[in-house]
């Protein structure tokens, strides 16, 4: 028995398309008006690419859940820059954490690197600097393309929040954002930047943010379990 998918029409959409998450949820888009009652037979005869689309995901998830849990992490995974980093761990007498970027992403942490209290500190400031260099050119970027200014930004670790942007244009970006798939990067500072035109989540602010990203209910829905894909060691 085939897994339970849910439907979206679409104005946008000319013929039916099967969408597969991160998560392995089955998503079947359908241009406005289709005859639904047609869907289980079309998700039937493609069942063996879902089934193998959702086995690859699940492998994946179970690789990459194994660098999420516990601390001292051999590999931190930064799906925005679809890159993996080995991160090697190596004592001296040194009395404080230096971090040593190598060749093919890889992290060495040098110094007393048995007290993970100071390891993690260290790596959580690695990853703002990360996040800085590429969090902050790419909302130039986007904000040239959609004309939306704004007036600074900042990148940090809060807990709760991707993004927020003040009364006063300022946007603050959170650098676990780099755990988070391109296009949910893209979706946080698209969303940002239309509350330096709408303070607020109005129908007018919504529709803003549907000119610059028309995908943003599924985005908005995936992005609700997108603490799910930072690891342990960031909280």
Same mark, same amino acid.
């Given at each position: 028995?085939?897994?339970?998918?849910? /439907? #979206?029409?679409?104005?946008?959409?000319?013929?039916?398309?099967?969408?597969?998450?991160?998560?392995?949820?089955?998503?079947? =888009?359908?241009?406005?008006?289709?005859?639904?009652?047609?869907?289980?037979?079309?998700?039937?005869?493609?069942?063996?690419?879902?089934?193998?689309?959702?086995?690859?995901?699940?492998?994946?998830?179970?690789?990459?859940?194994?660098?999420?849990?516990?601390?001292?992490?051999?590999?931190?995974?930064? +799906? +925005?820059?679809?890159? /993996?980093?080995?991160?090697?761990?190596?004592?001296?007498?040194i009395p404080v954490?230096?971090?040593?970027?190598?060749?093919?992403?890889?992290?060495?942490?040098?110094?007393?690197?048995?007290?993970? *209290?100071?390891?993690?500190?260290?790596?959580?400031?690695?990853? /703002?600097?990360?996040?800085? #260099?590429?969090?902050?050119?790419?909302?130039?970027?986007?904000?040239?393309?959609? *004309?939306? +200014?704004?007036?600074?930004?900042?990148? #940090?670790?809060?807990?709760?929040?991707?993004?927020?942007?003040?009364?006063k244009h300022r /946007?603050?970006?959170?650098s676990k954002l780099?755990?988070?798939?391109?296009?949910?990067?893209?979706?946080?500072?698209?969303?940002?930047?239309?509350?330096?035109?709408?303070?607020?989540?109005?129908?007018?602010?919504?529709?803003? =943010?549907?000119?610059?990203?028309?995908?943003?209910? +599924?985005?908005?829905?995936?992005?609700?379990?997108?603490?799910? #894909?930072?690891?342990?060691?960031?909280?």
């Amino acid at each position: 028995m085939s897994k339970p998918y849910s /439907i #979206r029409e679409s104005k946008r959409a000319k013929y039916v398309s099967l969408k597969v998450s991160s998560g392995g949820a089955l998503e079947v =888009v359908i241009p406005a008006g289709f005859d639904r009652t047609t869907i289980p037979k079309i998700v039937a005869t493609k069942q063996d690419w879902i089934n193998r689309v959702q086995q690859k995901l699940a492998q994946q998830q179970s690789e990459r859940d194994e660098s999420l849990t516990g601390p001292f992490p051999q590999r931190i995974e930064l +799906a +925005a820059l679809n890159q /993996i980093w080995q991160v090697d761990y190596c004592p001296t007498s040194i009395p404080v954490i230096m971090p040593s970027v190598y060749p093919h992403q890889q992290l060495r942490l040098l110094g007393p690197v048995e007290n993970w *209290g100071l390891c993690q500190a260290e790596l959580k400031r690695w990853l /703002i600097k990360t996040a800085k #260099r590429q969090l902050i050119p790419l909302l130039s970027t986007l904000s040239e393309e959609t *004309g939306l +200014a704004y007036a600074g930004v900042s990148v #940090r670790s809060p807990k709760t929040r991707w993004g927020s942007c003040s009364a006063k244009h300022r /946007i603050n970006l959170n650098s676990k954002l780099l755990f988070l798939r391109p296009a949910l990067v893209r979706y946080v500072l698209v969303h940002e930047l239309c509350h330096t035109i709408h303070f607020n989540h109005s129908a007018a602010f919504w529709s803003l =943010v549907g000119q610059f990203e028309p995908d943003y209910l +599924a985005l908005r829905q995936e992005l609700k379990a997108g603490h799910y #894909r930072v690891p342990q060691w960031m909280e």
